[in-house]
């Protein structure tokens, strides 16, 4: 069974394009989480989904930041027009949500360095 | 909304030692504790978890342990060896009111040496 995977793993954009993230959760999962990592600091909830639904996007900030998971493909973090603090780690979570639901399992993150 | 404070920021140990973080949570309502190991270039991977029911758990060298009344909870790893070494995070959810919004600690980096 296939861990969360997560393209690219490093992505590298100039100031002001725009960075898509991707994020396909484990088999069987059908809630996913985005986490941002910060150099030498803890992970910053961002936002969770599920299928076509945004369920909390509380840490998602106001502007140029947007997420989606649609009915079919992967959940996508789209940051538009980026800034060098927009540079850290980018974590996917899914969970299955049923049952043992709390359990979040991480892909290995896209790192985005905006230069 | 919750905060999680976790300490110490850095640990050091000799192999075969113990090693002890420790972490606090400010909402009472927080019921579901995990604890991530991150290694260099990778993701977070859950190692334990504990539910707000019980105030133990042990999963070979690592257990958890869990203090509703002062909200605090620990990680506790016995025998330690050098590929223990990571970053380790807590977090805290409450599962009634912020289904997914997991809470993490600033992080403890753990280094056993040989």
């Known amino acids: 069974n296939a861990g969360v995977m997560q393209n690219p793993r490093h992505l590298v954009r100039r100031r002001g394009q725009e960075a898509r993230l991707r994020c396909s959760p484990m088999k069987g999962h059908s809630h996913v989480y985005w986490y941002r990592q910060l150099p030498e600091e803890g992970l910053k909830f961002m936002v969770y989904l599920q299928k076509e639904n945004i369920i909390d996007e509380s840490g998602m900030p106001k502007e140029r930041f947007s997420a989606e998971f649609p009915k079919e493909g992967p959940s996508i973090l789209r940051i538009q027009q980026v800034v060098r603090g927009d540079s850290a780690a980018y974590f996917c979570a899914s969970s299955p949500g049923q049952g043992r639901g709390n359990e979040q399992f991480f892909g290995p993150g896209t790192r985005l360095t905006v230069l | 909304g919750e905060n999680v404070e976790q300490h110490p920021s850095t640990l050091s140990v000799q192999e075969g030692d113990s090693a002890v973080i420790k972490c606090t949570y400010s909402?009472?309502?927080?019921?579901?504790f995990p604890w991530y190991k991150q290694e260099l270039g990778k993701g977070p991977q859950l190692i334990i978890d504990i539910r707000s029911n019980v105030g133990e758990k042990k999963d070979q060298r690592i257990a958890v342990t869990l203090n509703k009344t002062a909200k605090h909870f620990s990680l506790h790893i016995t025998e330690t060896q050098p590929e223990d070494s990571a970053v380790y995070f807590c977090?805290?959810?409450?599962?009634?009111?912020?289904?997914?919004?997991?809470?993490f600690g600033q992080g403890t980096i753990l280094t056993v040496h040989p």
């Open positions: 909402d009472s309502a927080s019921n579901y």
């Open positions: 977090a805290a959810l409450n599962t009634g009111t912020s289904y997914g919004k997991l809470t």
